[in-house]
């Protein structure tokens, strides 16, 4: 039987060609995390560019819709929609409460500024499992759509791929958002996950290996989002520094 929103595993000297690049990757992202001046927080806009970006984001998610729709149409013209058991959305929407849970209970300074962010974080998470995952698969979807599959990939990934982005952009507007080494380890680690799946090819989670591999490296993705919003040691020990310094001073 035909399924509709799959993708061909990767076979022969590609899986261990793309288990290579992904550990690569993986590597440079892990050596930045202990090179880079960390703790530190993204450069944050002004209110205009904020408006651009929540604009960009909202146009983003529109042209996705009506070109998914007419992805999904020329599909059932050709009657090649078929849809696959999704078991891993109801971990994604799970994680995706927990995660908003998460940060707006203990995210700083609390109140509407936690929410806000909680709201952002919960949002931003999938799009890191998404952006690579999305890179990977996205000239093997299966079945291709004819008469031109090339161009209906376009039409369905490349909004995606903006939604994505701006998703992860808007990370920069809570002021909880703090780079550490611990998100640099959690991607590098969801990364190093992306190539041991790479190896059997990167299939479907329709086995309980993929399916695995799939849950521990959304859950990461998570984990990696939740390291730029919850206070840290280093954090709390440079206020508690402060704390004590200034009374030393009025002394």
């Known amino acids: 039987?035909?399924?509709?929103?799959?993708?061909?595993?990767?076979?022969?000297?590609?899986?261990?060609?793309?288990?290579?690049?992904?550990?690569?990757?993986?590597?440079?992202?892990?050596?930045?995390?202990?090179?880079?001046?960390?703790?530190?927080g993204p450069a944050r806009p002004g209110g205009t560019a904020?408006?651009?970006?929540?604009?960009?984001?909202?146009?983003?998610?529109?042209?996705?819709?009506?070109?998914?729709?007419v992805y999904v149409h020329q599909a059932k013209r050709e009657h090649l929609v078929g849809t696959p058991a999704d078991n891993i959305l109801p971990v994604t929407l799970i994680a995706v409460g927990v995660t908003f849970f998460i940060i707006a209970v203990n995210g700083r300074p609390g109140g509407g500024t936690a929410v806000i962010g909680?709201?952002?974080?919960?949002?931003?998470?999938?799009?890191?499992?998404?952006?690579?995952?999305?890179?990977?698969?996205?000239?093997?979807?299966?079945?291709?759509i004819p008469p031109h599959p090339a161009l209906y990939r376009v039409l369905f990934f490349a909004p995606l791929f903006l939604i994505e982005i701006t998703t992860l952009s808007l990370l920069t507007l809570s002021?909880?958002?703090?780079?550490?080494?611990?998100?640099?380890?959690?991607?590098?680690?969801?990364?190093?996950?992306?190539?041991?799946w790479?190896?059997?090819?990167?299939?479907?989670?329709?086995?309980?290996?993929?399916?695995?591999l799939n849950v521990i490296s959304k859950l990461l993705a998570f984990v990696t989002i939740l390291t730029l919003f919850l206070p840290r040691a280093r954090a709390r020990a440079e206020e508690q520094q402060a704390g004590q310094a200034q009374p030393q001073a009025s002394g």
């Open 198 to 212: 790479a190896l059997p090819g990167f299939g479907y989670p329709s086995t309980p290996v993929t399916y695995t």
């Open 118 to 144: 909680a709201l952002i974080g919960a949002l931003a998470a999938p799009m890191v499992f998404e952006l690579p995952f999305d890179l990977i698969v996205m000239a093997r979807t299966y079945p291709p």
């Open 1 to 40: 039987m035909t399924k509709y929103g799959t993708w061909v595993i990767y076979g022969g000297t590609a899986r261990p060609a793309l288990a290579v690049v992904l550990l690569a990757v993986a590597a440079a992202v892990a050596y930045a995390g202990l090179k880079l001046p960390l703790p530190a």
């Open 175 to 196: 002021p909880m958002v703090r780079l550490s080494r611990a998100t640099f380890f959690s991607l590098a680690l969801m990364l190093a996950v992306f190539a041991v």
């Open 50 to 69: 904020a408006a651009v970006m929540i604009a960009a984001w909202v146009v983003a998610i529109t042209a996705f819709l009506a070109c998914a729709s």
